[in-house]
């Protein structure tokens, strides 16, 4: 393996992993451990990270993608059909695809096509469908992880034909199909098992004809079905047109036929000896083929009066047919062709052509033989039927107009879509009262991570929960467990969530606006019609999500739960990690900052527009509101709607503990948290104080806190984070959180954890951080611009407070200026009920 490939293989890893967990440093600390040992080193690492990475993909982060979703597609979602099909036929594409489509639009149903073949977008799309038809497909691996997928969703599946091809006996048997090529009827005939399985393995069925149906529901299908081929706005316009033509001007009356494939040689002999009778009895007679026949040999001597036309565009070969006489529709007497359709029928009706067919279940179904059609099976019938027909002008009018009114009273796309489709649709519920919210943001359970995903969770899991609300989520899923900007549909916590999978190496652009990420999205506005999207942390989702909600009139609100929407940077960190204590956004400081000054400028425009037109900027602080305000956005839109916190599970009391007092760190090994000073005062303390130190990247496998000294002292611990169902055992283990951030910040959610748990608190005068603080009553605050002193001085002063307390004896802090979680969803729902 070359280097250079070893080397993007441990980038793209560490990418990957940080992408999920936020790790900033992750590579700078893996190439760090194994920076003396070269080559070996690298390779090491690798297999480091790739075994904690296979472990990772099994785990239930990515099994959720597995799990059956309870509530069903059609309950769930707006109703949305998705018709996955076949496209190679185009007579099948046009009537049984394409058609479908209209007709389902013509009742007011959202309808997608794609081509089975394309995968990706095919399981894409199940995710945002409340039906799916499987249009003549097979039982093939792909196909079937299709109709899995479509199980898993809950998602109601029919399995639609207009041919009897899932019974191999049949066609085995049949004469037409015997006229195919071999390289062409083979695979027809071994494809016959899957067609079979594809279909048993669906929900119900969909079949063109009763016969058909029939077929179908004798293999094994519970329920059938039956929709049949309608006249098209196409067709019904094409149509049109050639009847306000002339036909033409001459003597001769023509018999015509039109044939699509060299199948129908078998058909036309129903009919062949009866045509060459009339051709010898009626001199003025002229038989007309548009497209592929091979006619027997007795037509060799009415060469003269046989009329070839090639196989030629819909539209024109209506015209062809118009100008004819008498249309002929034979088939053989073969249960094969009790599936057929009676297409030739209708076309030839349309346009006012009478016609002549064989009596097959489709023609049966809607001839009235004599009024609408004659129908003919036998060599006498057929000679009697055309002979009628050529002998008298009053029948052809008068079949071809009761033909023609029939119809167009049965077969108008209205009236097949209200009489025939709309039946296959559940009957939807009355429409809910409860407002739709789809929540945004860019990590999601069982993939959480920070507090701004929790908050998220948490306030999403108590609307949902409430009457008057019904929550969705829109969320990134890691990248590597499906295709890149592929969607997949899970439910957590009772809510449904739509993740997208993002790429590891997102561009600058691509970070903040995102076509891709938005083209899904659109789809997801399509499946759920929100009354309104909640945006909470979006960077890598972008805001072009937003332009989605105004393309279609959805009102969006903005959870500010950083700084990203006016830093380029993300939390107002310069590139030495200092806080760039800019009170009002100074573009020209910001470009000696970012990496791109040109782009950050496009970047900040962007946003900018984006906040403009959101219906509320909230706030989880006094603080970030008032920085949004003082860049330019206007009091009434920035409204504070202050983060909650969970309320502690357990209900003990908590007491002085015997031994020494307990402090707490949670910031990560990062100057910007202010670890260093952690390090500089906790170095020098002695046996007289604990301290315990969550990191976060012991759950990988290594440590962030590698080479550092401070973690090799007794009185230190390094422990692995906790999860929020542990987050009580932590907090009781300590005494004392230490909180020394270097950057003022938009909340803080560790420290409210804290204090809402009888925990002292030591923190910064960092922003939001400190709102909830009562100097000297949960807490103590120490100078922003501290450099240990403070820290020391605070550390001391709690070690002196917590000595002069009696072991056993109840501590209870100052915890009234605590939101909880459940005070925070009922101010959004009034925000968002417009109360």
């Not at 800019?582 to 000696?592: F, K, L, M, P």
């Not at 970012?594 to 906040?611: A, C, D, T, W």
Request: hydrophobic share 40%.
């Amino acid at each position: 393996m070359k280097v250079i490939h070893l080397k993007r293989r441990v980038q793209l890893i560490l990418k990957s992993v940080a992408s999920r967990g936020g790790f900033s440093r992750v590579y700078k600390k893996v190439v760090f451990r194994y920076r003396h040992e070269g080559f070996s080193g690298l390779k090491r690492a690798l297999n480091h990270l790739a075994a904690h990475e296979l472990k990772d993909n099994h785990n239930p982060g990515s099994m959720h993608l597995l799990q059956p979703v309870k509530v069903d597609s059609e309950s769930l979602l707006s109703p949305r059909v998705l018709i996955i099909g076949e496209m190679s036929i185009p007579q099948c594409k046009k009537y049984r695809v394409v058609q479908k489509k209209q007709l389902f639009e013509k009742i007011g149903i959202d309808c997608t096509i794609l081509d089975w073949r394309h995968h990706i977008d095919c399981l894409n799309a199940l995710s945002t469908h409340s039906l799916v038809i499987f249009y003549r497909v097979p039982a093939l691996p792909q196909t079937m992880e299709l109709i899995d997928e479509a199980k898993r969703l809950n998602l109601r599946t029919l399995w639609e034909v207009d041919d009897l091809i899932f019974d191999r006996e049949v066609l085995i048997n049949s004469k037409t199909l015997a006229q195919l090529r071999p390289d062409v009827l083979g695979p027809l005939i071994d494809g016959a098992e899957l067609y079979r399985q594809a279909m048993l393995a669906c929900d119900e069925g969909i079949a063109s004809t009763s016969g058909l149906a029939d077929a179908m529901r004798a293999a094994g299908v519970p329920a059938v079905s039956v929709v049949e081929n309608a006249l098209d706005h196409q067709t019904l316009k094409a149509a049109e047109r050639h009847l306000n033509q002339h036909r033409v001007a001459d003597d001769w009356l023509r018999i015509v036929y039109g044939s699509g494939t060299n199948t129908h040689n078998v058909d036309f002999a129903e009919a062949a000896d009866a045509i060459l009778d009339i051709l010898t009895e009626f001199p003025k007679v002229k038989f007309r083929v548009v497209g592929i026949l091979e006619l027997p040999e007795g037509f060799q001597r009415f060469k003269s009066r046989v009329e070839r036309i090639e196989f030629c565009e819909y539209e024109e070969y209506l015209g062809h047919l118009s100008q004819c006489d008498i249309s002929i529709a034979p088939l053989e007497n073969y249960i094969f062709n009790e599936a057929k359709s009676n297409i030739k029928f209708l076309e030839a009706s349309v346009v006012k052509v009478p016609s002549v067919c064989s009596p097959r279940s489709a023609f049966t179904s809607i001839i009235i033989d004599g009024k609408t059609a004659l129908l003919a099976d036998t060599f006498a019938e057929w000679k009697q039927a055309l002979g009628s027909l050529v002998e008298s002008a009053k029948l052809r009018n008068s079949l071809a107009e009761s033909a023609y009114k029939t119809v167009l009273d049965r077969y108008t796309p209205v009236h097949i879509a209200q009489a025939q489709l709309a039946p296959l649709l559940k009957n939807p519920a009355a429409k809910s009262p409860a407002t739709k919210i789809l929540s945004v943001n860019i990590y999601y359970s069982p993939d959480s991570f920070g507090g701004a995903t929790i908050v998220a969770e948490q306030v999403n899991s108590l609307l949902h929960q409430m009457d008057g609300f019904e929550v969705f989520v829109f969320t990134a899923i890691r990248s590597g467990v499906i295709p890149d900007y592929s969607m997949r549909r899970y439910s957590t916590d009772g809510i449904s969530v739509f993740g997208v999978s993002l790429p590891d190496n997102l561009d600058a652009r691509s970070q903040f606006d995102n076509p891709h990420v938005a083209d899904q999205f659109e789809q997801v506005l399509a499946a759920v019609k929100p009354d309104l999207v909640h945006l909470h942390c979006i960077q890598g989702l972008g805001v072009a999500l937003a332009d989605r909600c105004i393309d279609r009139g959805i009102p969006y609100y903005i959870t500010l739960h950083d700084a990203w929407w006016i830093c380029g940077r993300q939390f107002m960190l310069d590139k030495t990690g200092v806080y760039c204590n800019q009170e009002v956004i100074d573009s020209s400081v910001c470009a000696g900052c970012v990496e791109e000054p040109i782009l950050n400028v496009i970047r900040q425009k962007r946003l900018k527009g984006v906040l403009d037109n959101a219906q509320q900027l909230l706030a989880p602080s006094k603080f970030f509101a008032g920085l949004h305000r003082d860049n330019g956005f206007p009091g009434g839109q920035v409204i504070v709607n202050k983060n909650g916190v969970m309320r502690p599970l357990s209900g003990a009391a908590r007491t002085r503990h015997a031994g020494p007092v307990r402090f707490g760190y949670v910031g990560g090994n990062s100057q910007v948290k202010g670890f260093h000073l952690v390090e500089k005062v906790f170095r020098s303390m002695g046996r007289e104080v604990q301290l315990k130190i969550v990191d976060n990247m012991l759950s990988l496998g290594w440590s962030s806190y590698d080479n550092v000294s401070l973690t090799t002292q007794e009185n230190v611990e390094t422990i692995p984070a906790y999860s929020q169902d542990k987050i009580d055992d932590f907090f009781s283990s300590i005494d004392v959180l230490l909180f020394p951030t270097q950057a003022k910040e938009s909340f803080g959610l560790t420290v409210r954890e804290a204090i809402a748990r009888n925990v002292w608190v030591i923190v910064t005068a960092a922003g939001g951080v400190t709102e909830d603080i009562v100097d000297g009553g949960n807490g103590e605050i120490i100078p922003f611009n501290d450099r240990g002193e403070g820290l020391r001085s605070a550390v001391v002063n709690a070690v002196k407070r917590f000595e002069s307390i009696e072991i056993g004896t109840v501590v209870a802090w100052d915890s009234t200026n605590i939101t909880w979680f459940e005070d925070q969803a009922n101010e959004l729902a009034k925000i968002f009920s417009r109360e």
